[in-house]
């Protein structure tokens, strides 16, 4: 008889027990099949590994059998639920920052390296365009001059960006982030633009012909030729009105070219260190440090604000001499400021003014200006009418529109412009009133439409699609004179047939081009920086059918984005985007130049 120590039977008792109880851990363990001898080597049980244990809790050991119970979800499967949309916008945001750097670096490399030109064709009729405003580049930019020998003539050979005018007044943005030289532009259209620097003198509608003085500073003489034309643009503007007033054109500073920002800045600079100078009296610095606007509308808002954000976030600090001295008053004959705005917005305007210490001065008319006051009458409440006289350190002079020489000369050769006063009158297709193939647009024409930039711009997109019908209208034209002198000359009746119904095809065609709208203007409404980050837009959405007026912080960020939208090349847009962040976070320059 074998003997059995107690741990060899002990242990043979419990395997059944184990077996049971460790089945569904049988993946993890190695079981020994029942056929197996009681008297094979004993091998020590291991503690069951934490995987197991983690099993082994969710059956039960009783008699009965086990019992499964449902496992909640692996750990190991959280993560990737958990993570999935985030993995998934990390790569579409990954993926979105690399198109937009090759969309931005192939933008940039096509306008550094222009294609090709076509030369000038003899065949081809002549354009010239007069002006590099808004009106003439937005036409030449949506120009075909494939159909055209294009020729403009400007005393800038480049386009200024003028709502961003008044931000150059102060260093917030540097003035040749708002230029766009003429030659970037002409030199990616298809056919090769001829452009001279120079202004037009003269304009005969008679021998269709265009006098021009070049202004040479390295020739030093002023030379006078003729450039002819089969099509004339007439875009060249308006000059700052001054209504007779004496004194503004000798004193006054202007705003509406880029050397006009640049002298008020020194000016403003020259009257600050001016007045903290040596053994300066006190009614001397007030007169220094005082800065009248004359002017209600956008530009004489904006500029004003301007100069509130330039005292307040740089001089003040920079130069603390002048902290309880420095004012900006805003003078303005009308009732109220900016005439063009609902009145909600009139009234946010003139209380914001009011909280940043700008003084406005409506129902004020200046009479007379020297070079240390103005004369202005000022009209009561109760209608009476009192003179007073306003010293000022600066004054900037934003008013209306005058009419310039060249048009002048114009409107006097033509009898259908005697009754004209503020330009040249068009008909609804642009066209000079008593002459043939001569156009006008922007501020220099006498429309229903305010002289806004926005007008000008939609004019030069409509007379851009006007040349191009025309030039697509004489080439069917041409098309359909060869195909009738073919079908005359057909000697089988089924190729004059075909020749037939090729003409009516082309006539069709025909009658759609010429099928062009008269010009009618869209109103998308008005912007107005008003200083301290606020800003004021009457907006009309949608044609017009829904409108809306908001005015502070928000729509001072929507003011930057519309802007930045409207500037006409990437190029400009980011330069404008820099000196933004740059002004934010390292400021104003206060240096003098």
Request: glycine share 6%.
């Amino acid at each position: 008889m074998v003997l059995r120590t107690p741990s060899i039977a002990a242990a043979a008792a419990r395997r059944p027990i184990l077996q049971s109880a460790l089945r569904p851990a049988s993946r993890c363990l190695i079981r020994r099949p029942l056929s197996t001898p009681l008297t094979a080597p004993f091998r020590p049980l291991r503690a069951p590994s934490r995987l197991q244990a983690q099993s082994n809790r969710y059956y039960s050991t009783e008699t009965q059998g086990p019992t499964i119970a449902t496992p909640p979800p692996s750990p190991a499967k959280l993560p990737k639920k958990k993570f999935k949309i985030l993995r998934f916008l990390w790569r579409l945001t990954w993926l979105s920052t690399l198109g937009g750097f090759a969309y931005l670096a192939y933008h940039v490399h096509d306008s550094k390296n222009p294609p090709e030109q076509l030369g000038p064709d003899p065949t081809k009729k002549t354009l010239v365009i007069l002006g590099s405003g808004w009106g003439s580049v937005s036409l030449l930019k949506k120009l075909d001059t494939e159909n055209y020998n294009v020729v403009v003539i400007s005393p800038r050979n480049f386009f200024l960006f003028t709502p961003l005018l008044p931000s150059c007044t102060t260093g917030t943005i540097e003035h040749r982030s708002i230029m766009e030289p003429l030659r970037h532009i002409i030199r990616h259209k298809k056919r090769a633009v001829q452009y001279y620097e120079a202004e037009a003198t003269k304009i005969d509608a008679e021998r269709r012909v265009v006098k021009i003085n070049d202004f040479s500073d390295v020739k030093g003489t002023v030379s006078e030729t003729e450039v002819p034309f089969d099509y004339l643009v007439v875009g060249v503007g308006a000059e700052n009105a001054t209504f007779g007033i004496p004194g503004v054109r000798e004193h006054a500073c202007f705003l509406k070219e880029i050397q006009d920002a640049q002298q008020i800045r020194k000016k403003v600079m020259d009257c600050i260190e001016t007045a903290t100078f040596k053994d300066q009296t006190e009614e001397e610095k007030e007169r220094l440090l005082h800065m009248v606007v004359v002017g209600g509308g956008p530009t004489g808002i904006e500029f004003a604000g301007e100069l509130h954000d330039f005292f307040e976030e740089d001089l003040r600090k920079w130069v603390p001499d002048i902290a309880d001295k420095f004012k900006v008053t805003l003078v303005e004959a009308l009732p109220n400021v900016l005439p063009m705005f609902s009145k909600a917005l009139i009234e946010y305007t003139e209380k914001t003014f009011k909280d940043e210490n700008i003084q406005v001065r409506t129902k004020t008319m200046v009479k007379k200006v020297t070079d240390r006051n103005i004369e202005v009458e000022v009209t009561k409440g109760d209608g009476n009418k009192t003179k007073e006289v306003i010293p000022y350190g600066l004054l900037v002079w934003a008013t209306g529109n005058a009419v310039r020489g060249v048009v002048r000369d114009l409107m006097n050769q033509l009898p259908a412009q005697k009754n004209s006063r503020r330009g040249l009158a068009v008909n609804d297709y642009l066209v000079v009133d008593g002459t043939e193939g001569i156009w006008a647009l922007g501020d220099c024409s006498a429309t229903k439409y305010a002289p806004t930039a926005q007008v000008a711009s939609q004019q030069g997109n409509f007379l851009a699609r006007l040349f191009n019908s025309m030039a697509r209208t004489q080439a069917i034209e041409t098309e359909l004179y060869q195909l009738d002198q073919m079908r005359q000359n057909a000697k089988d009746e089924a190729e004059k047939a075909q020749l037939t119904a090729e003409i009516e095809i082309k006539g069709r065609s025909l009658s759609k081009i010429k099928q062009l709208s008269p010009f009618e203007y869209s109103h998308q409404g008005s912007l107005a920086y008003i200083g301290a980050d606020r800003a004021v837009a009457d907006i009309n959405w949608f044609g017009g059918v829904i409108s809306s007026a908001t005015g502070g912080e928000l729509t001072y960020l929507f003011w930057r984005s519309a802007y930045v939208s409207m500037v006409f090349s990437l190029r400009n847009r980011i330069l404008v985007l820099t000196d933004w962040l740059k002004t934010k976070a390292f400021g104003r320059d206060v240096s003098r130049e």
